[in-house]
Structures are given as structure tokens and as C-alpha cells.
């Protein structure tokens, strides 16, 4: 793979990985706070269960970290196929709490903001198709 493709994932997964950990530090050390944004009340119990996503969420974060290098392009592909999956899951889980009356209208930022990686996602996917389109040969196994 050269150029576009090999400059646009490490980027990519570079900020999310921040914002990943991020998000997860916050909801391991300010739980409740952080979810009464969303109107989300937590108990003890929510607030463990809400920890423990946080330790999640910097756990994927750390793991995109040290991937944001990886220029094989199976390990690309299938990093922007898991990342594709959990934004479409987390969209749907939202989405769910927010026709539900579970969460308030901030629930949209959830979706917005997964909304927008699945369009970086493509763009970094069909950049590095193109890339890898030109620079490497047809091979039939």
C-alpha cells in the first residue's frame, strides 16, 4: 500500500484511539456525572456497569494505539470492519435508549459522533481499496 491509505488509517485511528480512552477515563473516574448529561441516573450498581464500559472503552483505545502502524492490509481491513461494527452497534443501542425515553436529547451526540466515523471509515476503507488497487498486482490463488 503506498501513500493515501498508509497516512490516512494511522490518523484516523490515532484520534480515535484518544477520544476512545478519553471518553473511558471519564466514565471510570465521574460515572454518574458524566451520564447525568445524558439523563441517565446511575445507583451503585449503574455506576460499576458504567465503570467497567469506561475500562472498555480505554482498553480499545490503548489497542488502536499500538495498531494505529499496522500497514497489512488484512489488519487494516479488519480493523475498520470491527470499528464499523461497534459504531453501527453503539448507534443502535442509542438510538434504542433515545426512542425509548431512556436517555435525553444529548444521546444524539452519540449517534452523530458514530455517524461520522462510519463516513471516515468508508472514505480511509476506499482510499486504501484504490491505493492498494494501483500499487499492488492482481494475484489469482
Same mark, same amino acid.
Request: cysteine-free; glycine content about 12%; proline content about 2%.
Given at each position: 500500500?503506498?501513500?493515501?491509505?498508509?497516512?490516512?488509517?494511522?490518523?484516523?485511528?490515532?484520534?480515535?484511539?484518544?477520544?476512545?480512552?478519553?471518553?473511558?477515563?471519564?466514565?471510570?473516574?465521574?460515572?454518574?456525572?458524566?451520564? /447525568?448529561?445524558?439523563?441517565?441516573?446511575?445507583?451503585?450498581?449503574?455506576?460499576?456497569?458504567?465503570?467497567?464500559?469506561?475500562?472498555?472503552?480505554?482498553?480499545?483505545?490503548?489497542?488502536?494505539?499500538?495498531?494505529?502502524?499496522?500497514?497489512?492490509?488484512?489488519?487494516?481491513?479488519?480493523?475498520?470492519?470491527?470499528? /464499523?461494527?461497534?459504531?453501527?452497534?453503539?448507534?443502535?443501542?442509542?438510538?434504542?435508549?433515545?426512542?425509548?425515553?431512556?436517555?435525553?436529547?444529548?444521546?444524539?451526540?452519540?449517534?452523530?459522533?458514530?455517524?461520522?466515523?462510519?463516513?471516515?471509515?468508508?472514505?480511509?476503507?476506499?482510499?486504501?481499496?484504490?491505493? /492498494?488497487?494501483?500499487?499492488?498486482?492482481?494475484?489469482?490463488?
Amino acid at each position: 500500500m503506498t501513500g493515501v491509505g498508509k497516512r490516512q488509517l494511522p490518523l484516523v485511528l490515532t484520534i480515535v484511539a484518544i477520544a476512545t480512552a478519553g471518553f473511558g477515563l471519564g466514565f471510570i473516574v465521574a460515572p454518574t456525572q458524566i451520564w /447525568s448529561l445524558y439523563g441517565v441516573q446511575l445507583d451503585a450498581e449503574g455506576a460499576f456497569v458504567a465503570r467497567m464500559f469506561g475500562t472498555a472503552n480505554v482498553g480499545v483505545g490503548l489497542l488502536l494505539w499500538w495498531a494505529r502502524s499496522a500497514f497489512t492490509a488484512g489488519l487494516q481491513s479488519g480493523l475498520l470492519g470491527a470499528l /464499523s461494527a461497534w459504531s453501527i452497534a453503539r448507534m443502535a443501542v442509542t438510538s434504542t435508549a433515545l426512542a425509548t425515553g431512556l436517555t435525553n436529547g444529548a444521546g444524539w451526540i452519540f449517534v452523530l459522533y458514530d455517524m461520522a466515523l462510519l463516513v471516515i471509515y468508508a472514505l480511509v476503507a476506499v482510499a486504501n481499496r484504490r491505493a /492498494s488497487d494501483v500499487a499492488e498486482p492482481l494475484t489469482v490463488v
